[in-house]
């Protein structure tokens, strides 16, 4: 079983022969961390600069980020990557946006040190682009689409924000219980989160610590759901 709730629900039904091995997920995501994850546009970006990350963002969720985003007291790269790419949704988000911005696809041409946020407006690189996270937020929580995929930014042990409606997403409720997710209701929670983690480094710490313990306890469920499987097969 993934977790013990499942196995509560077998016993229910009177089968006890269960064993927890965990969510094999994390050991996915714990992998992405051998892999080569190097972007040179995203180092041409960053010029290591401490950037944010916001993946799988829906239209509420860039007009909660938008505040953020313009706001210049806040010194950070941005990469934006909404879920859905088309070229008028995208063109219309970039238009509200007060500093240099640029679309993947114009990346060829120009010097990406003098943008502050980057749009990708491309599928299959997210993964990627969070190993350059300081910090990550994943949208579809602050509307009603339901929140995205945290196991992606969670491999490189970095502070996740998140939106209120994430009821239904029991990973993200032991990680926000861990300390390395925060919830935001609201544009100004999101934008106090937002500075306190990139003013104080102590407190980015401490829940990118949260990030990465949490995702090192939860590895290893594959060895034992094979375990598991030779004891009962042979």
């Known amino acids: ?27 996915r995501v714990y992998q992405q961390l051998s892999q080569d994850n190097k972007l040179d546009f995203m ?22 980020l938008l505040p953020t985003l313009n706001d210049k007291t806040i010194n950070l790269k941005f990469v934006i990557a909404p879920h859905q790419i088309k070229a ?11 500093k240099p911005s640029i679309k993947y696809s114009e990346i060829k041409t120009q010097d990406l040190s003098q943008y502050d946020i980057l749009i990708l407006n491309t599928v299959g690189l997210l993964t990627k682009v969070y190993a350059y996270a300081d910090i990550a937020y ?11 995929n945290i196991l992606e930014p969670l491999a490189f042990g970095v502070p996740i924000i998140i939106g209120s409606n994430y009821d239904k997403f029991p990973e993200a409720k032991a990680l926000k219980q861990k300390g390395g997710l925060a919830v935001v209701n609201n544009t100004l ?7 306190k983690l990139n003013d104080e480094e102590e407190f980015k710490a401490k829940m990118s610590k949260a990030t990465y313990d949490f995702v090192q ?14 004891r009962y097969t042979a």
Request: hydrophobic share 30%; net charge negative.
């Open 189 to 195: 929670e999101l934008q106090n989160i937002v500075r």
């Open 217 to 230: 306890d939860k590895k290893g469920a594959t060895t034992l759901t094979y375990e598991g499987i030779l």
């Open 138 to 148: 994943v949208g579809g929580a602050m509307g009603n689409t339901g929140l995205h």
């Open 43 to 64: 180092q041409n970006f960053t010029q290591n600069q401490n950037c944010m990350v916001c993946g799988r963002t829906w239209p509420e969720d860039e007009k909660a």
């Open 88 to 98: 008028e949704n995208i063109d219309q988000f970039q238009k509200q946006l007060q």
């Open 1 to 27: 079983m993934q977790d013990q709730a499942s196995g509560y629900l077998l016993n229910s039904i009177n089968y006890t022969d269960w064993t927890q091995a965990g969510d094999t997920r994390y050991d």
